[in-house]
């Protein structure tokens, strides 16, 4: 069974950084793509950053320079470094992933999301 497992929102000032966390289990980690997607209330759903098998790494732009995402294919687990937040990247976060290892925005697997929040 796959299962993803987001952690590491919490409440922040805006400037401040935030690591998430997206621990995986139940499939082969290293073939599968890993992206983290958020949703601020009364909005859509919106890619933030992903990973591909290959660690080709793609990021939204308005996110790009302070958002880092990595892997380790050890642990089973993507970050998202967030650094510089701002309160417009209020939102829960989830993490997704996909066996065809790329990066689009219609990933098989999600997992639960992680709430965080930026005060101005």
């Known amino acids: 069974e796959v299962q993803l497992q987001a952690s590491g929102g919490g409440l922040v000032q805006a400037g401040g950084s935030l690591r998430l966390s997206c621990a995986a289990s139940?499939?082969?980690?290293?073939?599968?793509?890993i992206a983290w997607f958020r949703q601020a209330p009364g909005k859509e759903r919106e890619g933030v950053s992903c990973?591909?098998?290959?660690?080709?790494?793609h990021y939204r732009d308005s996110v790009k320079g302070r958002f880092t995402i990595s892997r380790d294919n050890v642990k089973n687990t993507v970050y998202l470094q967030m650094n510089s937040l701002k309160p417009e990247d209020t939102a829960v976060y989830y993490c997704?992933?996909?066996?065809?290892?790329?990066?689009?925005?219609?990933?098989?697997?999600w997992g639960q999301g992680t709430q965080v929040t930026v005060s101005s």
């Open positions: 139940g499939f082969i980690f290293d073939e599968y793509a």
């Open positions: 997704a992933a996909d066996p065809a290892g790329l990066c689009s925005d219609y990933l098989r697997y």
């Open positions: 990973i591909s098998s290959s660690d080709g790494t």
